[in-house]
């Protein structure tokens, strides 16, 4: 009994510690969250770091892995060509250490 809690305990609490795994769609109305690409971190509201694995992408921090299959991640994204057509204005950086929210406002997007 005391293994069975003990497993379905850690089930849960993998649960909550997912990371930011992302899918980038070909439609903006399969998307969850519309993106625009800026090409300077001091217009993002999130700075972002592409990680080349899932476990790597922890928390709601800008630490992104992107998925190949929409069905793997948490958030699907569509990327748009203007930033007044975005929900979320990104910046990528090539340093996970940069990642961060510049505009905390816009933190339940990513949620």
């Known amino acids: 009994m ?5 497993t379905l305990s850690a089930l849960f609490i ?17 998307a969850d ?3 625009y690409k ?15 694995s899932k476990y790597d992408a922890d928390g709601n921090k800008g630490l992104w892995y992107f ?8 958030k699907k994204i569509y990327f748009c060509n203007s930033k007044y057509d975005a929900d979320l204005i990104i910046y990528f950086s090539d340093s ?3 990642a961060e929210w510049r505009n905390k406002s816009k933190l339940h997007l990513m949620e």
Not at 2 to 6: A, D, M, S
Not at 21 to 28: E, M
Not at 39 to 51: E, I, M, N, P, R
Not at 67 to 74: E, I, R
Request: charged share 25%.
């Open 14 to 30: 993998t649960g909550l510690v997912t990371g930011q795994t992302v899918y980038s769609c070909d439609s903006k109305y399969d």
């Open 38 to 52: 800026a090409s300077s971190k001091y217009d993002a509201d999130l700075v972002v770091h592409k990680c080349s």
């Open 2 to 6: 005391k293994t069975i809690l003990l």
């Open 96 to 98: 996970k250490y940069d």
């Open 33 to 35: 969250v519309k993106v």
């Open 67 to 74: 998925a190949s299959s929409k069905y793997d991640a948490k």
